[in-house]
């Protein structure tokens, strides 16, 4: 009970999240960071805390630190593709892990939808409504993320619950860019921006159980695929193709001939 807080779990909330504001492109490539004071305040950590995380992503090649003067940390994006970065990313959870989450995050938008049945106004529904729009005409997975995961955020402000709002940002900062990874078919889209429509629909007509299971259902889903990507078995990169002359011969390396042969 009385053992020290382990810090490096801040130091990884940390990386967490400015990583992902980078694959995201929340945080475009060059952009300065604020000073090391002013952004650990902004994450209510210590400076310490900030400069071991900082570091860690400079190792990953998302930060570049700059001395003297006009120096700071600035974004650095990676040449590799974000969808790599993200896979990695997802390579650091259990599957257990990320379904303890997705219990966590249906318990939480579930409750959320049936308290926004049963309090909000109609009027009120009209930003969550608004962003169901926007992902449906989102071009590319980064974006469909970001609005993804506002529509729940906006989804538990409607409930007027403080503490239901800040449940639901702290889950979206701890699951980061994964969705990315499964917002790529468009036919999911597609059921996705149906199944929001229908929390909204519910919602309006204070059907509080069917707004709740609605919710709970597109949460449980989205995490179901992400499990489903964790299981996958890598793929495997293609064989390099054996070399060969002008004359067609093939180069690749045999094993040497045995005397007497």
């Known amino acids: 009970m009385f053992t020290p807080v382990d810090t490096r779990a801040r ?18 490539d060059g952009e300065q960071l604020p000073g090391e004071t002013e952004l650990a305040g902004q994450l209510g950590v210590s400076t310490v805390t900030l400069r071991e ?3 860690a992503l400079r190792q990953q090649g998302l930060v570049t630190t700059r001395r003297g003067r006009g120096g700071g940390s600035f974004v650095t994006v990676p040449e590799g593709p974000p969808e790599d970065r993200i896979r990695a990313r997802l390579a650091d959870w259990s599957t257990e892990e990320l379904r303890d989450l997705g219990d966590h995050w249906a318990a939480v938008s579930g409750a959320a939808a049936l308290l926004a049945a049963r309090r909000t106004e109609p009027g009120e529904l009209r930003q969550p409504a608004r962003t169901v729009e926007e992902f449906a005409a ?23 619950s403080a503490r239901l709002t800040r449940e639901e940002i702290a889950l979206q900062a701890e699951l980061g860019a994964l969705p990315v990874l499964v917002l790529d078919d468009p036919g999911y889209v597609s059921r996705v921006a149906d ?9 309006h007509d204070e059907a509080d159980e069917r707004a709740r299971m609605l919710a709970e259902e597109c949460v449980r889903e989205t995490v179901g695929r992400l499990v489903a990507l964790r299981l996958a078995p890598p793929t495997r990169a293609p064989e390099p193709r054996p070399e060969e002359d002008s004359d067609g011969q093939d180069h690749r390396a045999r094993p040497p001939r045995r005397s007497g042969a």
């Not at 980064?142 to 955020?153: I, P």
């Not at 199944?195 to 919602?203: E, F, K, L, M, N």
Request: proline fraction near 2%; charged fraction near 25%; hydrophobic fraction near 55%.
């Open 11 to 28: 130091v990884d909330t940390v990386v967490r999240r400015l990583g992902d504001a980078i694959e995201l492109g929340l945080l475009a």
């Open 53 to 55: 995380a900082l570091m």
């Open 138 to 160: 989102a071009a590319d997975p980064a974006a469909r993320s970001r609005l993804y995961g506002r529509f729940h955020v906006e989804l538990a402000a409607a409930a007027q």
């Open 195 to 203: 199944r929001h429509r229908s929390v909204i629909s519910a919602v």
